[in-house]
């Protein structure tokens, strides 16, 4: 396996996790994604295309999909994972701006600090997670990610199922984590709305095992004044999934290559990454959406 730490040598393509995962894009599919004349491809077939490919990748599988092969420019990158997000669902809005897509890069931030800061504004690793943990439920079902320009050292994603996570835990904790948790916003609510979200770091959604979680923005939200501290058995449950997320052996580990498009369960995976570092002259650009999806899990 690649250690995804090191450099990419010679830009040349290294197998790893994702491997297993990756699917050539042709066909009905790749005319869709890719042809500035969106009426020109056959829009059904492609949906059609993609729907079985989410089945099989997502609902019965990893949780993962890798799409491969697609144009790696930044305009053909967002006509692919707008129409990608089309095909499986409607985009949804990923702050209270309305952005649709929005660029994952590092703006020199941290998750440490307060205020509107993402985990998609830094370059810094770990912290597993899930994709729109600031907001109430329903979370997004999908998220994608197209890499546009990918880091010569680190950046390679981690993944860990929320079946691995559930069968790991004691019975115990699995209790105290269905239980209600208040989550930091991160500044993005509307003006009078609480700075927090109250919801259980794993639930039901679409009648599956799902999971919602960042733990600095749990421990944020329980800091915030007229909000409860976290009790002790709160925090030893929180302690114990980190525990797991940090020892797992069954966490995936795969770094996107320029060109590929990636779905991902958002319900069923935590995910984060390595570390990385971008060059002056070759900074790292992953473009993602939000879906609520519309093409029902098998």
């Not at 004349?37 to 993962?64: I, P």
Request: proline fraction near 6%; include cysteine.
């Amino acid at each position: 396996m690649t250690n995804n730490g090191d450099r990419v040598g010679q830009g040349r393509a290294q197998g790893d996790g994702f491997d297993p995962l990756r699917v050539p894009v042709e066909g009905n599919l790749r005319d869709y994604l890719t042809d500035a004349d969106e009426s020109m491809a056959d829009e059904a077939a492609a949906r059609a295309e993609l729907g079985k490919y989410v089945r099989t990748y997502l609902d019965d599988g990893a949780g993962v999909l890798v799409l491969a092969g697609l144009p790696a420019d930044r305009d053909s990158g967002e006509r692919a994972v707008s129409r990608a997000t089309s095909l499986i669902g409607a985009p949804l809005p990923q702050n209270r701006e309305g952005t649709l897509v929005r660029e994952v890069k590092d703006r020199g931030m941290s998750i440490s600090q307060r205020g509107r800061t993402r985990y998609s504004d830094s370059r810094l690793g770990g912290d597993l997670h899930t994709d729109g943990a600031e907001a109430a439920l329903p979370a997004p079902d999908v998220f994608t990610l197209f890499c546009v320009r990918q880091s010569e050292w680190g950046g390679a994603l981690q993944c860990l199922h929320v079946r691995d996570v559930e069968r790991a835990l004691e019975p115990g904790v699995v209790r105290t984590l269905r239980e209600p948790f208040h989550f930091d916003r991160r500044g993005d609510q509307q003006p009078g709305e609480a700075p927090t979200t109250t919801k259980p770091v794993l639930f039901t959604q679409r009648g599956r095992p799902a999971i919602t979680y960042l733990r600095s923005y749990i421990d944020q939200g329980h800091d915030h004044p007229d909000v409860p501290p976290l009790t002790v058995r709160q925090r030893t449950a929180l302690d114990a999934l980190d525990a797991l997320i940090g020892s797992s052996s069954a966490l995936l580990t795969g770094k996107l290559r320029e060109g590929e498009l990636a779905l991902f369960d958002n319900l069923a995976l935590l995910h984060g990454r390595t570390e990385f570092r971008d060059e002056p002259d070759h900074t790292r650009l992953l473009l993602r959406t939000w879906i609520r999806r519309t093409i029902e899990a098998s």
